[in-house]
């Protein structure tokens, strides 16, 4: 198969388009693109899990459902680029910061389950 072809067939009469500079689609409701964008792409899939996470942890779900729903739904977003990405120590610990307040303010569990505390460096006392 001659890798420059424009497009590709699948069938007679399907056709996919092959993507152009610039050009984009999402995947895993994250933008996806002939060239990465480190940055874009971590903020992106941030803003799809905690949209997500915050549709889930609203909805009249049971408990046990909300978090097989989590681990299903939205998980997989961040999952998804955990190989492919860098993540910054301190973007993981504000994702999981936010997750854990629209949990606590949803109702999901204890309010004061999530503390300052545990993101403070050992040598400060955490």
Known sequence: MDQSTDNMKVEETTVIAKLKMGEHYKFLGVLENLKQKDKLVLKCATEVYLQRMSVIW???LSDYNQVCASNQ???PVLTYHMRI?????????QIDRETRKNIVEKGGKHLLGSKSLLYLPREDGG
């Open 58 to 60: 609203s909805s009249s």
């Open 73 to 75: 739904f939205a998980l």
């Open 85 to 93: 990405q860098q993540w910054p120590i301190a973007k993981l610990q």
